[in-house]
Nanobody, 126 residues
Framework: QVQLVESGGGLVQPGGSLRLSCVASRSIFRDKNFSYKGMGWYRQAPGKQRELAARFTSAGRAIYSDSVKGRFTISSEYAKNTVYLQMDSLNSEDTADYYC???????????????WGQGTQVVVSS
């Protein structure tokens, strides 16, 4: 069963915007109810290690890496079991595969959780 499904990646020009979506299966949550807490987005650029872009803490606070702060916004929509990543003012350094991640029991903080999506590619190029 696919538990996290991302969408929204693609090719965008520098300065442009994209919104990524991650739909979570209710099966990963202890009470089978969606919660955005512990969910987030990581990214992996070619030849580099996977790194945090943005995530929600167990308290529901949004945190961002310094490289995306002020340009990316993480949000959620309970009715759709979805977490979003709005990415604005994109530049070439944002080119990467973006992965949705979930840590529904908050067991792995500050490391990523044990659930991963398949990834969606973002290419920023003119």
């Amino acid at each position: 069963q696919v538990q996290l499904v991302e969408s929204g990646g693609g090719l965008v020009q520098p300065g442009g915007s994209l919104r990524l979506s991650c739909v979570a299966s209710r099966s990963i949550f202890r009470d089978k109810n969606f919660s955005y807490k512990g969910m987030g987005w990581y990214r992996q650029a070619p030849g580099k290690q996977r790194e945090l872009a943005a995530r929600f803490t167990s308290a529901g606070r949004a945190i961002y890496s310094d490289s995306v702060k002020g340009r990316f916004t993480i949000s959620s929509e309970y009715a759709k079991n979805t977490v979003y990543l709005q990415m604005d003012s994109l530049n070439s350094e944002d080119t990467a595969d973006y992965y949705c991640n979930a840590d529904p029991t908050f067991s792995y903080w500050p490391s990523p959780g044990n659930y991963w999506g398949q990834g969606t590619q973002v290419v920023v190029s003119s």
